[in-house]
Each structure stands twice: as structure tokens, then as C-alpha cells.
């Protein structure tokens, strides 16, 4: 079965500092994967895609295939960053994402 | 609407009791997607429609739990004889196309159900 993990609870950072979010997945196949991010009192939301490769809010995420990794950088933290980020991975042509157990990244000024 | 709507946001229920808990989806999302968090975890996969066919029901936890989308829009999220273990949030999420070809989710703020 697929598994995504995230190895921190919390990060927690300066203003400034750079930031990486540790994700881990297993699955010998080609996932999906994704960061959704939740801000303080609001919904669960897309952050970025790997399939887009795309940079959201200074974050960007590569896929590691070999390390089965797809950590989430910024190299410059804001305070605005401080939320629930949460790693999630579906397989080709499913259509549920599993989801990790989140990290708490806080940034402190 | 603009965007998920789940209601009612917070839910008491004696143990034993009944529940039901709505989905209003983005207008136009075939695809529509129930998750239960519980304290301190991720959101875990329960059930996903396309349109009004419930293609994946692998996660409801037990025989108590029950979803429908009768007419491809809202959708209910059943659960009877609520237990203490069912204490979480439960979230919706619609999409117009499906994760596994990259699309993302857009969640409701979930309703937080706590079973005394």
C-alpha cells in the first residue's frame, strides 16, 4: 500500500531562515504527489502540484525518485508561512490521495 | 457557489444517535470526495463519486457509515449509531478531474463531529 511520511511535526524557524518540509513516500510506481497547506482557522488547500512543476508562494518541491522524496523549500521563510503543510501522493489514474500526518512549520519573527 | 460548502460546521452527538452531514460542491465537479481527520493525522480516504456512482467506498470504517449523491451534486455522509471513535472532522473535497492526473482538490472546512 502507498504511504507518505512526514518525519517532523513541527519546524520551527526564523524570518529569513530557509525552510525545507521533509516528505517520504513508498510506492515502486510513478505517483502523483502534491502539498496542500492550511493557514490558521481556514480549509485545507492545494499548494502545488509536482506534475506542474511549479513555484507557489516561493515554495517549489522536486521529486525525488531515488530517495522517494519530495521535500517542500523556500529559501527565505515569511511569518505568513506559518501553517499546517500536509504531503499527499495518488498513483496514475486513482482517485484518492493519501495524505501524511502534516508538519507545523512556525515561523517566529 | 464559489466554492465547497459543508454543514453544519460543528456537530454533538450522544453516542448511539444518528448523523448526517452535507456536501454542497463546486458547481460543475463531477468528482466529489469524503476524508475523515482525526486528531493529529492526516485526512484518510472514506468514499469517491463521479458524478452520481459511487466508485470507491474502500475506506468507510464499518457498515455505519453510508454516502450518496443521488443527483451528481450534494452529497450525505451517514453515519449511524455514532460511536466515540467516530469523533473527527469530516471533509469534502470536490474536483473537476481526478488526482492521478494531476488535479487538485478543493476542500470544505469540514464538519468537526464529537460523539459524548
Known amino acids: 500500500a502507498q504511504r507518505v511520511t512526514q518525519p517532523e511535526k513541527l519546524l520551527s524557524v526564523f524570518k529569513g531562515a530557509p525552510v525545507e518540509l521533509k516528505c517520504n513516500y513508498s510506492?515502486?510506481?510513478?505517483?502523483?504527489l502534491f502539498w496542500y497547506v492550511q493557514y490558521s482557522r481556514q480549509r485545507l488547500q492545494l499548494l502545488l502540484r509536482?506534475?506542474s512543476r511549479e513555484s507557489i508562494k516561493g515554495f517549489t518541491a522536486d521529486l525525488n525518485k531515488g530517495e522517494t522524496s519530495f521535500h517542500l523549500k523556500k529559501p527565505f521563510a515569511q511569518e505568513e508561512d506559518s501553517a499546517m503543510y500536509y504531503c499527499a501522493l495518488t498513483i496514475t489514474g486513482f482517485q484518492k490521495l493519501v495524505f501524511g500526518t502534516g508538519t507545523r512549520l512556525l515561523v517566529s519573527p | 457557489g464559489a466554492g465547497v460548502s459543508q454543514s453544519p460546521r460543528y456537530k454533538v452527538a450522544k453516542r448511539g444517535q444518528d448523523v448526517a452531514l452535507r456536501c454542497d460542491p463546486i458547481?460543475?465537479?463531477?468528482?466529489l470526495f469524503w476524508y475523515q481527520q482525526a486528531l493529529g493525522q492526516g485526512p484518510e480516504f472514506l468514499t469517491y463519486?463521479?458524478?452520481?456512482?459511487?466508485?470507491?467506498k474502500s475506506g468507510l470504517p464499518s457498515d455505519r457509515f453510508f454516502a450518496e449523491r443521488p443527483e451528481g451534486s450534494v452529497s450525505t455522509l451517514k453515519i449511524q449509531r455514532t460511536q466515540q471513535e467516530d469523533s473527527a472532522v469530516y471533509l469534502c473535497a470536490s474536483s473537476s478531474g481526478l488526482p492521478g492526473a494531476g488535479y487538485g482538490y478543493t476542500f470544505g472546512s469540514g464538519t468537526r463531529l464529537t460523539v459524548v
Open positions: 510506492y515502486s510506481g510513478s505517483p502523483e
Open positions: 458547481s460543475g465537479h463531477v468528482s
Open positions: 509536482h506534475i
Open positions: 463519486f463521479q458524478n452520481e456512482a459511487q466508485l470507491d
